[in-house]
C-alpha cells in the first residue's frame, strides 16, 4: 500500500478495531488487515480508501443565494471507491468481518467457503458492495427493486455478484429487495448492506466522512444539509461529528423527496407531540423548529424513549411507491432514522421536503458551478439548500455550511438538463 487508508488515520475511532483489540488482536495485526484489505480494494477497482476533497464553494454559493459572509463546503465523495460514499460503508462491515476471520485463525482453522452475503439496494451501495465483496473474496447476492438500472446490475455482475430483481407484491408494504434480502440474512447469509438496522458495522465505516470533514475545515461546521434515503448516511455523519468533536453539532437538516418523505413524516409527529400541532409543510416545519429551539437534554431523552419503544407509531413504511428524480433515495422506509431525529432536536435543525424541480435544479448547478460530475441523488443535500434559501429565505450569513456530494454521474443517470427522470419502466 503506496499510502496509508483513511481506515488507517481513523482506527483510533473504529468501533470495530476496539472491539478487535478487546479481544486480544494487537494493533500492528489490525493495521495489517486494512493495509490487506484497503491493497485488495485497489486491486478491484483502481484505488483504495484515500481522504477526498472537502472544499469552499463560492460559486456555487454565490448561485445559491448564500449570504456573502457565509462559506458553503462541499464534501467530494464522487471519485471515491466505486464512485460514492457508499464503499465506506461497506469496507466498514468487510474490516469487521476481516477482523474476526483474524481471531478466529488463532484457535481454528477458517472455513473453506466463507459465509454468502447479502445486500439490498437499488444502484450505488450495491455497486460499491459488488466491488468490496469482490476484494474479500466472498460471494454476495445484490437484491435490487426491478427497475435498477442495468448500466450497474451489468457492472455489479461483472464484479461477481449474482444480481436478483425484485418486484412489489401486492398489499406487501415496503422495498420488496429489503424484504428479499431480510429472508435471505433470516435463512442464514450474512447482512452486507447499508441499512445499520440489519448490518451495525455500516455506519461505523461511514463515519470516517464525518472525521475527514472535521479536519479538512478550519474551524466548526455551523450547519449540514444531508440527503436521506435509508438513513445510513446521515446517521454515520451525525454521530461522527458528535464523537470527532468538541464543538457542539451543527444545525442538521434533513433533505427527502416530495415523493417519499418517511423520515420528514415521523419527524412531524414528534412535533405534534412537543408543540401540539403536526407540520405539513417546510415553513411550517422552519417555524416550529424555531419556536422549540434546541430541545434540552431531557426532552430528547423522553423523545428517543418514545421512539424505541414504540417506533411504528412514528415511522411507517411509504404507503405507495416511491418516486423522485433522486431515484437514490427511494427507500420505503428510513432504517436508520432514530439519531437522525434526535440531531435535528439537539442542533435546532428540521427535515426539509423537495419536488422534482429542485432535484434538477440542483443536479444542474451542482455539476455547473463546481466542475463535479456528481449524480442525481448525489446533488439532493444541494436540492435541499435551495429550498433553505429560495423557498424559506435562509441566507446564513457568517455560517459554514456543508453538504456532501454523495455519488458520481453515471451513464444511465439523466443528464443535468435532461428530461424528468424517475424508476425507470420495466422491460
Known amino acids: 500500500m503506496t499510502r496509508p487508508s483513511t481506515f488507517a488515520r481513523y482506527v483510533d475511532r473504529l468501533e470495530v478495531v476496539a472491539a478487535a483489540e478487546a479481544a486480544g488482536l494487537e494493533r500492528t495485526q489490525v493495521l495489517q488487515v486494512i493495509a490487506e484489505l484497503d491493497d485488495a480494494v485497489a486491486a478491484v477497482d483502481g484505488h483504495g480508501f484515500a481522504v477526498t476533497p472537502f472544499l469552499r464553494q463560492r460559486q456555487l454559493a454565490d448561485a445559491v443565494g448564500l449570504d456573502a459572509s457565509a462559506s458553503l463546503w462541499v464534501k467530494d465523495e464522487t471519485g471515491n471507491v466505486s464512485g460514492s460514499h457508499k464503499g465506506r460503508h461497506l469496507f466498514g462491515v468487510a474490516l469487521g468481518l476481516a477482523l474476526n476471520e483474524a481471531l478466529s485463525a488463532r484457535s481454528a482453522p477458517l472455513v473453506d467457503e466463507p459465509d454468502r452475503l447479502a445486500i439490498a439496494s437499488c444502484g450505488n451501495a450495491a455497486l460499491a458492495a459488488a466491488v468490496i465483496a469482490a476484494a474479500s473474496h466472498r460471494p454476495l447476492d445484490v437484491f435490487v427493486p426491478d427497475w435498477a438500472d442495468r448500466t450497474v446490475t451489468d457492472e455489479i455482475e461483472r464484479l461477481g455478484a449474482s444480481v436478483v430483481r425484485c418486484a412489489r407484491r401486492d398489499g406487501r408494504l415496503g422495498d420488496p429487495a429489503y424484504h428479499a434480502m431480510v429472508e435471505a440474512l433470516d435463512a442464514g447469509a450474512t447482512g452486507f448492506s447499508c441499512q445499520g438496522t440489519d448490518t451495525p458495522t455500516t455506519i461505523d465505516g461511514a463515519r470516517t466522512l464525518a472525521y475527514e470533514m472535521l479536519d479538512q475545515v478550519d474551524s466548526g ?81 423522553a423523545v428517543m424513549a418514545r421512539l424505541q419503544a414504540n417506533p411504528d407509531r412514528y415511522m411507517e413504511p411509504w404507503p405507495v411507491p416511491p418516486v423522485s428524480y433522486a431515484t437514490g433515495i427511494l427507500d420505503d422506509v428510513t432504517y436508520d ?91
Open 221 to 301: 461546521l455551523d450547519r449540514l444539509v444531508i440527503q436521506v434515503g435509508g438513513g445510513a448516511l446521515a446517521t454515520a455523519l451525525v454521530t461522527g461529528l458528535r464523537l470527532g468533536a468538541d464543538a457542539p453539532l451543527p444545525i442538521v437538516h434533513a433533505v427527502q423527496p416530495d415523493g417519499n418523505h418517511p423520515l420528514v413524516r415521523a419527524w412531524d409527529r414528534v412535533m405534534a407531540e412537543l408543540a401540539g400541532q403536526q407540520p405539513s409543510t417546510n415553513r411550517e416545519r422552519q417555524t416550529a423548529a424555531a419556536n422549540l429551539g434546541p430541545a434540552t437534554d431531557a426532552v430528547r431523552e
Open 337 to 427: 432514522w432514530v439519531w437522525i431525529i434526535d440531531a435535528m432536536l439537539a442542533s435546532g435543525g428540521f427535515p426539509v421536503v423537495v419536488d422534482d424541480p429542485d432535484f434538477r435544479a440542483a443536479h444542474r448547478l451542482g455539476q455547473e458551478q463546481t466542475g463535479i460530475a456528481v449524480c442525481p441523488t448525489g446533488a439532493s443535500g444541494l436540492a435541499g439548500l435551495l429550498v433553505l434559501t429560495r423557498q424559506l429565505g435562509m441566507t446564513f450569513a457568517g455560517e459554514q455550511v456543508a453538504l456532501v456530494f454523495s455519488g458520481h454521474q453515471r451513464a444511465g443517470d439523466p443528464a443535468p438538463n435532461g428530461a424528468l427522470a424517475g424508476p425507470p419502466l420495466p422491460d
